[in-house]
């Protein structure tokens, strides 16, 4: 198995796909379920079911290939490669006539959105009035654009159009009628799930907001002082009064003739004396 993965990577780089990892992994699995068929004919080597394998994994996902390349180093004759390459698209049940969402998918590069593309599809064939055969390529192709289209996923919208095999007119009117569609059963409950989400953010926001607010009682009970705290506070500010009123007496005395001193009339050391009594 290690020796035909070399080999595959080997012609995958004469190919030009030696970068392309989903394209080695996709061929690998052909090369896998390919061992596991019976061929028609003993003529076709390892190398020329590779350089297969390889051609298909490109077409289902969309890579470049030369096809002439691809035929040179098959060592097959260009009739030979085309029949045989017919044979294995067969035995691997790659009919390119019918187009599945799971090969779209693969092509257009968004399988994430398979899932829902598949809902659509049968939801679809179940509210349909008439009978409707969900294998045509455009209804594929319809449910794939509109998956992509909830989840906001860009696609190649011409590739798809090519693929679902409409004219741009046609296309037009069954998007029309699809859009209806899918906006109808699909796109409320999307969202609905947006607004739940959005509804438990706001819950979580209001919690975090939530700031523990005193009880009355606690901010009564800060705010009422003790007398002997009063009492301590106010002689302490008052004190400090009095030895501002000295400092600034201090500097504003001037020398008098008489040495009489004039009897004050307001004594703020008594009242002190008092307070402190």
């Not at 398979?114 to 939801?123: G, S």
């Not at 009123?245 to 009339?265: A, F, G, H, Y």
Request: one cysteine or more; proline letters at 3%.
């Amino acid at each position: 198995m290690a020796s035909n993965n070399k080999t595959l990577y080997l012609i995958a780089t004469k190919l030009g796909l030696g970068e392309e990892d989903k394209v080695l992994k996709k061929a690998a699995e052909f090369e896998r379920l390919l061992q596991t068929k019976n061929i028609a004919g003993s003529n076709i080597t390892d190398t020329s079911k590779i350089v297969i394998c390889l051609d298909l994994a490109a077409s289902v996902l969309g890579a470049d290939l030369d096809i002439k390349s691809a035929v040179k180093y098959s060592g097959l004759k260009t009739s030979t490669y085309n029949n045989t390459k017919k044979v294995v698209q067969n035995l691997l049940e790659l009919n390119s006539d019918r187009l599945s969402t799971n090969m779209l998918c693969l092509t257009l590069q968004c399988t994430g959105v398979q899932d829902l593309a598949d809902r659509i599809l049968a939801e679809y064939q179940q509210q349909a009035k008439v009978e409707v055969d969900l294998n045509l390529p455009q209804y594929v192709c319809m449910a794939v654009y509109q998956a992509c289209r909830l989840n906001k996923v860009k696609v190649a919208k011409s590739k798809i159009i090519e693929k679902s095999r409409l004219k741009p007119t046609q296309w037009t009117k069954l998007d029309a009628d699809w859009t209806k569609f899918t906006d109808l059963h699909f796109a409320a409950d999307k969202k609905k799930g947006r607004q739940t989400k959005k509804t438990a953010e706001n819950v979580e926001t209001e919690e975090l907001m939530e700031v523990d607010v005193p009880k009355v009682d606690e901010v009564l009970e800060e705010k009422i002082e003790s007398y002997e705290d009063w009492k301590k506070r106010m002689l302490e500010t008052a004190y400090k009064e009095l030895k501002e009123l000295e400092k600034i007496e201090r500097k504003n005395v001037t020398p008098r003739k008489s040495p009489r001193k004039t009897p004050q009339k307001f004594a703020p050391t008594k009242v002190l004396l008092k307070l402190a009594a």
